[in-house]
């Protein structure tokens, strides 16, 4: 294990992984979106269109590639392969590839209006270059991962589901992202999380994940993918085979989880094997090391064992395997551009996400094509999967229709971003509780610490609209006050150091201090003594609006803790799972 074991699962005691936190979903397959087709029908669709692909189009359909630009025929020096510069269009008629991926670096996403204009005109270039249409994908968890822009509805993320134990919230909230996505013409969603987050340490999930109990995270990510694929939306159940007991980031590093093969069994293959139950149209692969289940050293991405052993045939799943990014340095460590992708399609990966070179890639693949290394029965089993999943949303039948000046329109609408409050307030976890709430109409509150100055001044706002007098503040205006709301938000165990000297400056004014967490839940052992501390998993606008509604008695903290909460010294349990007073 890369980790102290007193941050790890071993440390957490036997409640965190393997307490019935909630009642096991029944298995249902969701159904094809409309305009799909099932049974034999769909089988022969995908036959028919599979007949019709050239071997360079059957390869293209193995990649999902990032398309830079605000429109689609833009050429963007990003976009920039061995290859040339091109415009997103370019890449769909040259490269001919299954699918793209937007971000807001790469320009795809900076209003509503822009991201839908991108992808229907990426859907009608595929069309015009006679392709088949694409899978538009975008990493939207909500939460601290959250590409689309306002208006689009601000939701707390997978460990506030986790706290507020609700299947309910979790379908509610698949629900509205789902609808969203939707609107602005996106196909497919890389969520949910299925990592089970035993190592507090852990600096890429945290938050990102439901939690420490097994079934748990199963519970409440089946009912967020089966609503998104009841919705059209395809979704993507990661990182497998579990990244939830790892120190290192799999974008800089590669992590090794030395679980047993016991506990890999107990822990955190139990979310995939339900999602797979559940009917998942596609699993996205970790670039981890997990020598139980592959002794050579390779990440799982590349891991024939793994991928294939494990996951087609004895977990048995037959949707698309796609990759973590093939830019990720985790995947790189031992092959080269132009190899990675073989390697993955030679393990039982389908589909190749936003290698760094697409040109280098693709060349990679069509050299091993050739040569028969990748043989014409494996490549084309590969493009059938991926043709299934298309045709199991429709898009087989065409494109969605996208209106970019309607989208806009659609997203945060009041009944969404009412629900998104009450699933903070439920969320929200008191764990240290005193004497100062709630507050009067008319005290002084000065808010501090973490967060940025958006963050802090929406945070003043909601306050106000409680009917506090409320400002931004440092520790030291503190003095005086009726209150100071001293913010935190670390990515790992460890609180920032200069966030914890804040706190405890604060305290030391005699002033009651509330303290936030607004992202790891980890925070409070590390700020000293204060009158009250709540986690809240989240810094979105809902999330600081329960908080002004705890802080007046008008929100209760519902929320338990989904993860064991670790001593400051890493030696013992300061709070346990499913800890909270509210």
């Known amino acids: 294990m890369t980790s102290s074991p007193q941050l790890t699962r071993r440390g957490l005691g036997a409640a965190a992984v393997l307490g019935a936190a909630a009642v096991p979903l029944a298995p249902a397959v969701a159904a094809p979106a409309k305009g799909g087709h099932h049974g034999g029908d769909l089988d022969t669709q995908v036959e028919e269109r599979l007949a019709a692909m050239s071997t360079e189009q059957k390869i293209g359909q193995l990649f999902i590639a990032v398309g830079y630009g605000a429109t689609v025929d833009e050429a963007r020096e990003e976009n920039t392969t061995s290859a040339g510069v091109a415009s997103t269009a370019e890449i769909i008629s040259t490269h001919h590839v299954g699918g793209l991926i937007a971000f807001a670096w790469s320009g795809n996403v900076d209003s509503i209006e822009a991201a839908a204009g991108w992808t229907a005109g990426a859907q009608r270039a595929a069309a015009e270059a006679g392709e088949v249409p694409l899978m538009i994908g975008i990493d939207e968890e909500r939460g601290v991962v959250k590409r689309l822009p306002a208006p689009a509805t601000a939701l707390p993320g997978a460990m506030a589901l986790g706290a507020s134990r609700s299947e309910v919230h979790a379908r509610k909230a698949a629900r509205i992202t789902a609808d969203e996505l939707a609107a602005v013409g996106f196909t497919q969603n890389y969520a949910p999380i299925c990592d089970v987050n035993v190592n507090a340490q852990n600096p890429v999930i945290g938050v990102r994940s439901v939690g420490a109990n097994p079934e748990l995270v199963a519970d409440l990510a089946s009912a967020q993918l089966r609503e998104a694929q009841k919705r059209g939306i395809s979704a993507t159940v990661k990182h497998f085979p579990g990244h939830g007991d790892t120190a290192t980031d799999s974008h800089v590093g590669l992590p090794v989880i030395d679980h047993s093969r016991e506990e890999l069994d107990e822990i955190d293959l139990p ?275 329960a908080l002004a509604g705890i802080v007046v008695g008008r929100v209760s903290p519902a929320g338990r803790l989904p993860v064991a909460i670790p001593t400051a010294d890493g030696t013992g349990e300061a709070f346990a799972y499913g800890a909270g007073l509210g």
């Open 271 to 545: 979310p995939f094997r339900r999602a797979v139950e559940d009917g998942v149209d596609a699993i996205m692969t970790a670039h981890i090391v997990v020598p139980a289940l592959d002794d050579s050293g390779v990440p799982a991405t590349l891991s024939h064992p793994i991928l294939t052993g494990v996951l087609r045939e004895e977990i048995g799943f037959e949707g698309v395997i796609v990759t973590d990014s093939l830019a990720m340095e985790g995947v790189r460590t031992m092959f080269g551009d132009d190899r990675v992708p073989v390697e993955a399609i030679l393990a039982g990966a389908d589909q190749m996400l936003m290698p760094p070179d697409l040109a280098v890639a693709i060349g990679g693949v069509r050299a091993a094509v050739e040569s028969g290394e990748i043989t014409a029965e494996r490549l084309d089993a590969s493009v059938r999967r991926i043709l299934r999943q298309k045709a199991r949303r429709g898009l087989l039948d065409g494109a969605p229709e996208v209106d970019p000046g309607r989208a806009e329109r659609e997203l945060g609408c009041r009944d969404a971003l009412r629900t998104a409050e009450r699933i903070a307030g439920d969320a929200a976890t008191l764990l240290v509780e005193g004497s100062a709430l709630p507050l009067r109409r008319g005290a002084s509150v000065i808010v501090l610490g973490a967060g940025s100055a958006a963050v802090q001044d929406a945070l003043v706002t909601a306050l106000e609209d409680r009917g506090l007098e409320a400002s931004r503040g440092a520790a030291a205006d503190a003095a005086g006050a009726d209150l100071a709301v001293a913010l935190t938000s670390s990515s790992s165990f460890v609180t920032p150091a200069a966030q914890v000297t804040a706190v405890k400056e604060a305290a030391a004014t005699g002033t009651p201090v509330l303290h936030a967490s607004l992202r790891n839940p980890y925070d409070v052992v590390h700020v000293g003594e204060v009158d009250t501390s709540i986690a809240l998993y989240s810094d979105a606008l809902c999330s600081l609006r």
